[in-house]
């Protein structure tokens, strides 16, 4: 079993959390809003308690409301 089975996704600690995160050559706020997954709604990456190897993909959101994925 993975971790990601086990851990509901109400508690991901990056989904509605505030990032700090590279853009055009500046650091700027951005939301995580959802998992990305693949075509079979499969989850793309894994988590990990090492942050190094925690592969996790997110749809994230800026302020002007263009969107990007980013991995942990």
């Keep these: 079993m993975e971790m990601d089975d086990v851990i509901p996704t109400e508690m ?3 989904l509605t959390a505030e990032l700090l995160l590279p853009r055009g050559g ?3 706020k951005a ?6 997954r693949d075509g079979d709604r499969t989850r793309l990456g894994r988590r990990n308690s090492n942050p190094i190897l925690d592969t996790r993909q997110y749809k994230v959101e800026f302020p002007d409301g263009s969107l990007d994925t980013f991995t942990t």
Excluded: L, P, T
């Design 12 to 14: 991901d600690e990056y």
């Design 26 to 28: 500046e650091i700027v």
């Design 31 to 36: 939301r995580g809003i959802k998992r990305q």
